[in-house]
């Protein structure tokens, strides 16, 4: 299937070529030049829901400013985005001024495009300390910030209220994993039909990455060597396919099997990003109330609490002819304390803006859960997110990665012996050197 994607995405550029792209913009770089105010222009974005519908909500703010500038949201699907994005960057030519791209995602692009993207390092140096600092990095190329961090993700666990009231189990009693197992076999006697956690088994790692994350480790380390059959790895797959072996998870094989199985009440909780509130509030009003969060268990008691699942940057391709007027549109959006705010409240999209957490909106309790004071939980816990190492060869090792989990939760493989394949393959595909 990989293969047949690449080619019809190499025929295309083939194509597009053909049709005349624009010729490679060298050196791109923001300088944070004046723009008068009177300007008249156009911005086309791509974004996807409710990260396009904030982006939306920015405009009014930023065309206070400029207001004879058109700026057009286009939604666009995760999938689609990313396979435009190839087809445009190859052929330069399609791509619109700003893009919004996961931050685990953009990763590889620098690399295989060097000339993509707008090099932000001028203008955005003296923001460096204002932004979730494990997101920063995975913006950057060879030292130069090509994408600013926009949302962090900080992950939790999200639990149903009710459900554990019924099992008599206090989540904040709930420290490490195989806590959360005896207490998950609990809830399930004293709710009927109910599963403790819901897994992709086959189709998705990101229970898995969030894991390895919280364990400080990922698929490579700093110095770009693979990592995924080390020790935090082998723990990560290990414990989700003890979840399957003790009865506690539900294989939620795609987005709308876990948000379906969420709504019927089927899953007691959900480990996620910050993010998830958002899909709870907009899909499942009827359960306003019901769910609280708490952190993220370990692996021992007294280890770190944190990790995130997903976020998303801004990055702004080099074929955009209003760069300048772009990075305007950037720093309106996600560089200013009330935007970050304006769309954490309306979407729950969590700031990487950290001067964001001093809103007194960060201090209050949400409604939706309870009152509790989630906000805060997870504005604390942002700072201390451990920092991903990614290369462009990410989308290698996820695939590899992918298919070692499906063998063990699905075909009861060896963890050691598929980590260790998987491993090998990487480093057959990218010659890349398996770290010690």
């Known amino acids: 299937m990989k293969k047949i994607f690449y080619l019809i995405v190499g025929l295309l550029v083939v194509f597009l070529t053909g049709c005349g792209g624009s010729k490679p913009v060298e050196n791109s770089e923001i300088t944070g030049e004046v723009i008068k105010s009177d300007i008249k222009a156009e911005l086309k974005i791509w974004s996807w829901d409710v990260a396009a519908l904030g982006l939306k909500d920015t405009i009014p703010s930023f065309n206070e400013k400029y207001p004879n500038v058109k700026v057009t949201v286009e939604e666009v699907g995760t999938g689609d985005t990313y396979q435009k994005l190839t087809i445009g960057l190859n052929s330069n030519t399609g791509l619109p001024d700003i893009m919004t791209i996961e931050t685990d995602a953009f990763i590889k692009y620098p690399p295989n495009f060097p000339n993509g993207f ?12 204002d932004f979730d600092p494990s997101k920063w990095q995975l913006g950057m190329y060879e030292n130069k910030l090509y994408a600013l961090p926009w949302d962090s993700a900080p992950a939790g666990i999200f639990y149903r209220r009710d459900f554990f009231e019924n099992a008599g189990i206090d989540p904040n009693n709930i420290k490490t994993w195989d806590d959360f197992i005896e ?4 809830v399930q006697a004293a709710n009927p039909g109910v599963k403790m956690i819901p897994i992709n088994y086959a189709k998705g790692t990101a229970i898995h990455s969030m894991m390895v994350n919280s364990l400080g480790s990922g698929s490579f380390n700093n110095e770009g060597q693979i990592t995924v ?8 797959l290990k414990m989700q396919k003890k979840f399957i072996d003790e009865g506690i998870s539900y294989n939620a094989d795609s987005w709308n099997t876990l948000v379906i199985a969420t709504k019927n009440n089927e899953v007691a909780t959900v480990l996620y990003g910050g993010w998830w509130g958002g899909t ?13 969060i708490i952190p993220i268990p370990n692996f021992e008691k007294g280890g770190k609490r944190v990790s995130y699942a997903g976020g998303a940057s801004l990055a702004i391709p080099s074929q955009s002819k209003n760069g300048e007027l772009a990075w305007e549109f950037i720093k309106n959006a996600v560089a200013t304390k009330e935007n970050q705010v304006m769309m954490y409240k309306k979407y729950d999209l969590f700031p990487s803006y950290l001067p964001a957490f001093e809103d007194e909106y960060f201090k209050k309790g949400d409604p939706y859960f309870a009152g509790q004071k989630v906000s805060e939980l997870f504005a604390d816990m942002v700072p201390l997110i451990n920092k991903k190492y990614g290369t462009e060869d990410d989308s290698e090792a996820s695939d590899y990665l992918l298919d070692a989990q499906a063998a063990v939760l699905t075909g009861n493989a060896d963890v050691d012996k598929v980590l260790k394949g998987a491993a090998e393959a990487i480093k057959t595909a990218t010659g890349r050197s398996i770290a010690n």
Request: aromatic share 8%.
């Open 118 to 129: 707008y090099d932000l390092t001028k203008v955005t140096t003296d923001f460096k300390n």
């Open 183 to 186: 207490a998950g076999k609990k």
């Open 229 to 236: 059959a080390d020790k935090s790895n082998i723990k990560a």
């Open 280 to 292: 709870l509030k907009d899909q499942m009003p009827e359960q306003n109330g019901k769910w609280g």
